[in-house]
């Protein structure tokens, strides 16, 4: 008897459950669990004050990146605020075994740039964190998702998860995509197109020939932003590109353990004549480079295009935010700031690409260009690489690895009133400081921004005839 087609995501959600409360959610194992100085505290506070243990400590990595500064790392922290959630999970992680990548130490940086790079992201496996882009992960075929306080608490206790089953999704892209489009461009026009509720109560699968052929770095890009539509988390099936990208790193298996997992991996990928709750299909042709002009990422814009005429009163209200009105031309904002970083664009990959375009060419004057790598071991490729003196000579202040401007929990926020190109994931009022007013992009929009010291979208075809 043939069994029932299945997708990816009931594959590795199937082989995770636990237990089914009847009438209500289901048990979830979870393989591993990433936890950061900022949303970890309150959860061992929880469980100590009930005298509950730590479950399974050697399925916890921590590290420190969210609130941490990023210049002088090797001296003490002066702000008060991230000096105690800093020694707070060092102290938590050392009374309860559990391993901590903390400032100094060459595996440290923001949590979903060094899981992956480290080989602790694995396809078919479940992984949580109490920070919502934890569905940058899902770019293995993971069921990766973020959890508030409470379940981290959960996680801690039991290694588990109650939750109901989100529904499927299947996001179809075909077609070759046009110059200079990235990653980052493909997940800011799809939500641009579907809006920032389609996904919710989903998990997100994306699939043809796009995302087929696309890089590691690239996928991760792609499901990090998923979230940002609402799903629950996204997935890429696991393909030759994963395991090429797996083999070899640090914690990956090794030996006869990797040939009993790629077998296993060889398996996950959605059966033919699967059925999704929701699908959706793009043409790759359509897809021009993005760039956010409103306060979610939902309301962007091909690069050529000018600021749209608002429709409702949220649009009104977000234009009147970012100083902006409708029919403006994007080269005229006042663009003084660029900032490439992010659990979203901070992988080696992002900074070659801006090193290729800024190689030999300065920034613009009136531009303040913030690169900020997103682990050590971006760092330690950055100077191999010779992209440190590149950056330095074009006028890009370099910082250590943290999530920085991304979030402004630290000492990296763009001034009040003013715009800056990011290439971080969100651009909600406030998000990289208050009043700031942050414009999405890919790493390379970011990099012909702050050499041309404004967006322009000429410049970025003068690029796509030299490449």
């Given at each position: 008897?043939?069994?029932?087609?299945?997708t990816?995501?009931?594959?590795?959600?199937?082989?995770?459950?636990?237990?089914?409360?009847?009438?209500?959610?289901?048990?979830?194992?979870?393989?591993?669990?990433?936890?950061?100085?900022?949303?970890?505290?309150?959860?061992?506070?929880?469980?100590?004050?009930?005298?509950?243990?730590?479950?399974?400590?050697?399925?916890?990595?921590?590290?420190?990146?969210?609130?941490?500064?990023?210049?002088?790392?090797?001296?003490?922290?002066?702000?008060?605020?991230?000096?105690?959630?800093?020694?707070?999970?060092?102290?938590?992680?050392?009374?309860?075994?559990?391993?901590?990548?903390?400032l100094?130490?060459?595996?440290?940086?923001?949590?979903?740039?060094?899981?992956p790079?480290l080989?602790?992201?694995?396809?078919?496996?479940?992984?949580?964190?109490?920070?919502?882009?934890?569905?940058?992960?899902?770019?293995?075929?993971?069921?990766?998702?973020?959890i508030?306080?409470?379940?981290?608490?959960?996680?801690?206790?039991?290694?588990?998860?109650?939750?109901?089953?989100?529904?499927?999704?299947?996001?179809?892209?075909?077609?070759?995509?046009n110059?200079?489009?990235?990653?980052?461009?493909?997940?800011?026009?799809?939500?641009?197109?579907?809006?920032?509720?389609?996904?919710?109560?989903?998990?997100?699968?994306y699939?043809?020939?796009?995302?087929?052929?696309?890089?590691?770095?690239?996928?991760?890009?792609?499901?990090?932003?998923?979230?940002?539509?609402?799903?629950?988390g996204?997935?890429?099936?696991?393909?030759?590109?994963?395991?090429?990208?797996?083999?070899?790193?640090?914690?990956?298996?090794?030996?006869?353990?990797?040939?009993?997992?790629?077998?296993?991996?060889?398996?996950?990928?959605?059966d033919?004549?699967?059925?999704?709750?929701?699908?959706?299909?793009?043409d790759?042709?359509?897809?021009?480079?993005?760039?956010?002009?409103?306060?979610?990422?939902?309301?962007?814009?091909?690069?050529?295009?000018k600021?749209?005429?608002?429709?409702?009163?949220?649009?009104?209200?977000?234009?009147?935010?970012?100083?902006?009105?409708?029919?403006?031309?994007?080269?005229?904002?006042?663009v003084?700031?660029?900032?490439?970083?992010?659990?979203?664009n901070?992988?080696?990959?992002?900074?070659?690409?801006?090193?290729?375009?800024?190689?030999?060419?300065?920034?613009?004057?009136?531009?303040?260009?913030?690169?900020?790598?997103?682990?050590?071991?971006?760092?330690?490729?950055?100077?191999?690489?010779g992209?440190?003196?590149?950056?330095?000579?074009?006028?890009?202040?370099?910082?250590?690895?943290?999530c920085?401007?991304?979030?402004?929990?630290?000492?990296?926020?763009?001034?009040?009133?003013?715009?800056?190109?990011?290439?971080?994931n969100?651009?909600?009022?406030?998000?990289?400081g208050?009043?700031?007013?942050?414009?999405?992009?890919?790493?390379?929009?970011?990099?012909?921004?702050a050499?041309e010291?404004?967006?322009?979208?000429?410049?970025?075809?003068?690029?796509?005839?030299?490449?």
């Amino acid at each position: 008897m043939n069994k029932q087609p299945r997708t990816l995501f009931d594959k590795v959600w199937d082989s995770h459950v636990v237990d089914t409360i009847e009438n209500g959610p289901q048990i979830l194992y979870i393989d591993k669990h990433l936890i950061h100085e900022v949303t970890s505290p309150q959860a061992f506070d929880e469980l100590r004050s009930r005298e509950i243990p730590i479950f399974r400590p050697k399925q916890i990595l921590a590290t420190v990146d969210h609130n941490v500064p990023t210049t002088n790392q090797d001296k003490p922290i002066v702000d008060p605020n991230s000096k105690l959630q800093v020694d707070q999970l060092l102290l938590n992680c050392q009374k309860n075994n559990i391993t901590l990548y903390q400032l100094g130490h060459p595996y440290q940086g923001i949590v979903h740039i060094i899981a992956p790079e480290l080989g602790l992201t694995l396809p078919g496996t479940t992984m949580v964190c109490g920070d919502s882009h934890t569905s940058t992960h899902g770019a293995f075929g993971s069921i990766a998702f973020g959890i508030g306080t409470s379940q981290v608490a959960q996680v801690f206790a039991s290694q588990c998860v109650l939750m109901n089953k989100p529904k499927s999704m299947r996001i179809t892209v075909n077609g070759k995509l046009n110059p200079n489009v990235q990653a980052k461009d493909v997940i800011l026009y799809i939500i641009s197109e579907l809006g920032t509720d389609v996904g919710t109560g989903y998990f997100c699968e994306y699939a043809g020939e796009v995302f087929q052929n696309m890089s590691m770095e690239a996928r991760m890009t792609v499901c990090n932003m998923s979230i940002e539509m609402g799903a629950r988390g996204g997935m890429i099936a696991p393909d030759q590109v994963t395991y090429d990208y797996l083999k070899d790193k640090t914690f990956s298996p090794k030996a006869q353990q990797w040939d009993n997992k790629l077998a296993y991996w060889k398996t996950l990928p959605t059966d033919k004549d699967a059925i999704f709750d929701k699908e959706y299909f793009f043409d790759a042709t359509k897809i021009h480079p993005m760039i956010t002009y409103g306060t979610n990422p939902s309301m962007a814009i091909n690069i050529h295009q000018k600021v749209p005429m608002p429709l409702d009163t949220t649009q009104a209200k977000a234009l009147d935010y970012m100083g902006l009105k409708g029919g403006e031309s994007l080269d005229s904002i006042g663009v003084n700031y660029v900032f490439i970083g992010s659990c979203t664009n901070a992988r080696i990959e992002d900074f070659r690409t801006v090193a290729s375009y800024i190689k030999g060419k300065q920034i613009a004057s009136n531009i303040k260009a913030l690169i900020v790598p997103g682990s050590q071991q971006v760092v330690k490729q950055i100077q191999q690489e010779g992209l440190e003196e590149i950056f330095h000579q074009a006028g890009f202040k370099i910082r250590q690895p943290g999530c920085s401007a991304c979030l402004a929990m630290n000492d990296d926020k763009i001034p009040s009133g003013e715009y800056c190109v990011s290439t971080s994931n969100r651009n909600f009022e406030g998000r990289q400081g208050q009043g700031a007013r942050t414009l999405l992009a890919s790493p390379l929009t970011a990099a012909i921004v702050a050499v041309e010291g404004k967006i322009s979208y000429h410049n970025l075809q003068q690029h796509a005839s030299t490449n």
